[in-house]
Nanobody
Framework: QVQLVESGGGLVQAGGSLRLTCAASGTFFSINDMGWYRQAPGKQRELVALITRGDTINYADSVKGRFTISRDNAKNTVYLQMNSLKPEDTAVYYC????????????????WGRGTQVTVSS
């Protein structure tokens, strides 16, 4: 019913920048929280940044001051600007959204993108 498609990943040297984009498509009433998660080899998936519909933002301590999350509600799109990238930022980055569907408005549904690889070389 709802698809999240990430783009913008790639290979970058330490200190470089990337901008990730996640666009939601399908039929839904609204999107509440949107966020970015990442999973590195051998590690658990972790929250990187979260932005609510009211634009309240939370960052993981490890990215605070380097990453910026934003959203465009008219486009159902969330962005993650990543600056001063470090090798430890290497991971698959996943977009996540809490979605309220038409005819299912008493609950929220979790949707995940398929992920985009970010690799930071030293």
């Amino acid at each position: 019913q709802v698809q999240l498609v990430e783009s913008g990943g790639g290979l970058v040297q330490a200190g470089g920048s990337l901008r990730l984009t996640c666009a939601a498509s399908g039929t839904f009433f609204s999107i509440n929280d949107m966020g970015w998660y990442r999973q590195a080899p051998g590690k658990q998936r972790e929250l990187v940044a979260l932005i609510t519909r009211g634009d309240t933002i939370n960052y993981a301590d490890s990215v605070k001051g380097r990453f910026t999350i934003s959203r465009d509600n008219a486009k159902n799109t969330v962005y993650l600007q990543m600056n001063s990238l470090k090798p430890e930022d290497t991971a698959v980055y996943y977009c996540h959204a809490d979605v309220v569907l038409w005819l299912e408005m008493t609950r929220v549904n979790d949707y995940w993108g398929r992920g985009t690889q970010v690799t930071v070389s030293s």
